[in-house]
T-cell receptor
């Protein structure tokens, strides 16, 4: 069974640009969560999608957005990039939205903003 | 809001020695508790989790953790460390009402000396 797939693996952008990251969950998983990991702030929750609906949202500005498609694949978008957006973005999928389900994390997309 | 503290940023341990990583959380009720491990450039792998019941939890790779409600702690232990255990370890908490949103501690980086 394939794991959580995140593309691209690495990304370099310049300030002011926008970026879209993609996450394909494990087959059959309907919940996708996104996390940002930086050396300074650690791991922070961005949002969770379940059955194409945003289930929960972290404390990030509106420049960070996401969506989920009918096949459970998810994308997150960051507009007007800032230097501080440089981070490892991790996606996690789960069969359901309850915490009793096991979260499986992808290897992440490393975003560098120059 | 819940918070998680991992007091030790770095720990160096000799191969074959025991390891204990500390985790303290702040939350009014008993949250769900997790330990994850992250190798460089990789995503997070779940080591173990505690939801209820027996306060001593066994996980993968020979790890175990003990939940102590009176101390709001969930410390991770391994009796004998292998060189492959060198990685960063994260404690996380969640609550059922928040779906798959986890709050992570700052992480403890473990170095293993030969």
């Amino acid at each position: 069974k394939a794991g959580v797939t995140q593309t691209p693996r690495y990304l370099i952008k310049t300030r002011g640009q926008q970026v879209t990251l993609s996450c394909s969950p494990i087959s059959g998983h309907r919940s996708v969560s996104w996390y940002q990991q930086t050396p300074g702030q650690g791991l922070q929750f961005l949002f969770e999608y379940f059955s194409e609906t945003q289930r929960n949202k972290g404390n990030f500005p509106g420049r960070f957005s996401g969506r989920q498609f009918s096949n459970s694949r998810s994308e997150m978008n960051v507009s007007t990039l800032e230097l501080g957006d440089s981070a490892l973005y991790l996606c996690a999928s789960s069969p359901g939205t309850g915490l009793a389900e096991k979260l499986f994390f992808g290897s992440g997309t490393q975003l560098s903003v120059l | 809001a819940q918070s998680v503290t991992q007091p030790d940023i770095h720990i160096t341990v000799s191969e074959g020695a025991s390891l204990e990583l500390r985790c303290n959380y702040s939350y009014g009720a008993t949250p769900y508790l997790f330990w994850y491990v992250q190798s460089p450039g990789q995503g997070l792998q779940l080591l173990l989790k505690y939801f209820s019941g027996d306060t001593l939890v066994q996980g993968i790779k020979g790890f175990e953790a003990e939940f102590k409600r009176s101390q709001s702690s969930f410390n991770l232990r391994k009796p004998s460390v292998h060189w492959s255990d060198a990685a960063e370890y994260f404690c996380a908490v969640g609550i059922k009402a928040a779906g798959n949103k986890l709050t992570f501690g700052g992480g403890t980086r473990v170095l293993v000396k030969p």
